[in-house]
Each structure stands twice: as C-alpha cells, then as structure tokens.
C-alpha cells in the first residue's frame, strides 16, 4: 500500500493563514491589490459584507468571471455594468408605456420625468467606472505620493457623490406619480426602480471600502464641501474671480432684458441659444426685470453662469407645483448654474431651510416662503 500523503505540519498551515491575512490587509492600502480569497464565493460574500442589500449584491456579483481575482475596483466596475444593463432595460420598459394613447397627460409627465432621470442615471455610473478606471483610483500603495494621494481623495469624493445622486434619482422619479391616484403605470416600474437604486447603493458601499474613501473631517459649511479661501474646495480660482467681480465687470455672452435692449427676453431662449458641453463659463447677463419662468438647464448645457443686476432687482420666480399637475423634478425654478446678484422666489412653502451659503454664494440661494 503506497504511503498515505504527509498532513502540513502547524507551522506550514500557519505561514498560509499569515499570508492570506497579510494580503487581505494589504488589499486595505492598496485599491490595485487582489486579496487571497480560495473561491468565487468566499470572496463575493467579503465584497457585500456591509452593503444593506447583500441578496441583490451576491446575485450581482454571482456570474462575474473569476471573481476571486479581480481587485476591489475591478469588482465594483463589474457591478456597475451590471447596473447599466438594468438602467437600460428600464429605460427601454417606460418607452414602451409612452406609446400607449390611453395614458393620462400626467402619467406621460411623469414617465418622461423618469426617462430623463434614468438617463442622468446611466450618465453617474459611466462617470463611476471612468473614475474608478483612473489611474487616481489604482495608485493607493503606502508610496504614493501626498500629490497623488490628494487626487485619489478628490477623484473618491466624486465617486461618492455620482453614486449618492443615482440612487436618489429613482426616487425623484416616482415621486413623479405623488398624486391622488398614484398613475397606474407606477405599480409596474417601480418594483425595477427600486431593484437598481438597491444595486448603486451596494455598489456606494463596496466603494467605501476602498482607500481615499473614507470621510474628511468636517469642515464649515459642511453642506458646501472643504472651504478653500472662503468657497467650497469645487469652486475653481476663475469661477471665484468670476464671482468676486461687479456685474458690470464680468464679460457677458448673452443680455437678457424684458424690454428688448439684449440679445434675448426670457433666460429660458438665452439658455437653449448656449452652447452645449462648454469648456469654459458661458455668461448670461440678465438685467433688471421680474421673470415668469421655469428654466430648465439640460446636461448638456454645463458651466453656465448667470450675472443680475441686484437682489431684488433682477428676479425669476415661477409657481409650479404637483397640485396644478407638475411633477417634483420639474418644479424647480432654476436648473444648476454659477450665479450672483439674483432673486429667485419660490412660490411654495418649504418643510426646512436650507443650510446657510458662504457669504459670497448667498445671492445664489434666496429663496421667498410666503
């Protein structure tokens, strides 16, 4: 009988266990780094460890290939494409409700409310995995420099933030259906709305785990980010000259004037006439006059930037509202935007103010509860 195999003697099994411990540690300084998991499913379990949905995080990770070897980052891209897929066929699925003719004209609103915000959707999770792709998001080694460690930190907040937006967009969306009957459409999206806010939120939690991720102390103005020279870290030094400037001493792009004296007399033609996906600040000087309207900013048109005459001076106000049949999402008297000097009066009461600006962002949030 041929001699039984020799059992690892104690110190083989522990220089194995101290191995897969020091490497799992390591994988906690170095986003590059691929722990020592034995299977596809040890390590599955590890990387939904602390999501609040673990069922939808193990059947999302299930069918990824070799699982095991793939470093945390890679991990949560995986997901993340997972995710898209299923934006993708929700997209596709309230389409298909628009071409029906017996749907209300309230429902219709509301599902292209969804659609958009799906859209916005699919746009925070690219930007996920172009971050997490970055070599920002790699390069996490105890040699990293304070340089790239700095960009790791910033590159992880954007990461944070894209993902907090995507699961709250799904929310806005049904938020649409928030009337009397509900919509009959809701019942059959949002179990699907609910299943990929549930998917970005395992994926916001698998992301905290990674280096850079972690939050920073707090800071003034915590609603507003790390302050840098009185603005938030994410105000660049131009738009701060910009905002710093007198009216008359910003270069505008576009006048806006109800009298007929500028290029435009709404802000809503002055924003469809601006270019899309501007690299620079597009200024829209809108002088003295109270405007009636709703302007919607598409996300296309990025880095605008609106210049008034004065608080109380230059004003846009606008009474949407879900009682007279308009959604949440489009209620909003403004879209986002760099802005100094303007009033925008809201004409509905809100539930709690809004954390105080930085001085010098005041005369961007002023809103009039009546």
């Not at 949560?76 to 017996?102: F, K, Q």
Request: aromatic share 6%.
């Amino acid at each position: 009988m041929p001699p039984l195999p020799k059992r690892p003697g104690p110190l083989l099994v522990l220089l194995v266990v101290a191995f897969a411990a020091a490497t799992a540690a390591a994988s906690s300084d170095a986003a590059g780094t691929v722990p020592f998991y034995p299977t596809a499913e040890a390590a599955a379990a590890a990387h939904c460890d602390g999501t609040l949905y673990p069922d939808v995080c193990l059947s999302t990770l299930a069918d990824i290939p070799d699982l095991h070897k793939k470093t945390l980052p890679d991990v949560i891209c995986a997901a993340v494409n997972r995710t898209e897929d299923v934006v993708t066929a929700t997209a596709s699925n309230c389409s298909s409700y628009l071409r029906e003719r017996s749907l209300s004209a309230r429902d219709r609103l509301a599902i292209s409310d969804c659609l958009e915000l799906l859209s916005t959707t699919m746009d925070d999770l690219q930007a996920t995995v172009a971050d997490l792709e970055s070599p920002a998001a790699r390069d996490s080694g105890s040699s990293a420099s304070s340089s790239a460690a700095g960009a790791r930190r910033v590159t992880m907040d954007h990461v944070m933030t894209v993902l907090s937006a995507a699961i709250t967009n799904q929310y806005t969306c049904l938020d649409g259906f928030a009337y009397q009957d509900g919509g009959r459409v809701r019942r059959y999206i949002e179990p699907t709305l609910h299943h990929v806010s549930r998917m970005v939120s395992n994926s916001l939690a698998m992301a905290k785990k990674l280096p850079g991720a972690s939050p920073a102390p707090r800071q003034p103005f915590m609603g507003y980010g790390q302050m840098v020279k009185g603005f938030p870290r994410w105000v660049r030094p131009g738009d701060r000259r910009l905002l710093q400037a007198p009216a008359s001493g910003v270069a505008a792009d576009a006048v806006v004037a109800q009298n007929g004296s500028g290029n435009y007399t709404t802000v809503s033609a002055a924003v469809a006439a601006a270019p899309t996906n501007s690299k620079r600040r597009y200024v829209i000087y809108i002088k003295a006059g109270a405007y009636m309207e709703n302007v919607e900013v598409g996300k296309k048109h990025v880095n605008l930037m609106f210049v008034g005459d004065g608080i109380g001076k230059t004003v846009i106000k606008a009474r949407r509202n879900v009682v007279d049949g308009s959604t949440t999402f489009r209620s909003a008297t403004v879209g986002e935007y760099a802005c100094r000097t303007l009033d925008y009066i809201l004409n509905a009461c809100c539930s709690a103010p809004p954390p105080p600006p930085p001085p010098l962002l005041a005369s961007c949030i002023h809103p009039v509860v009546p």
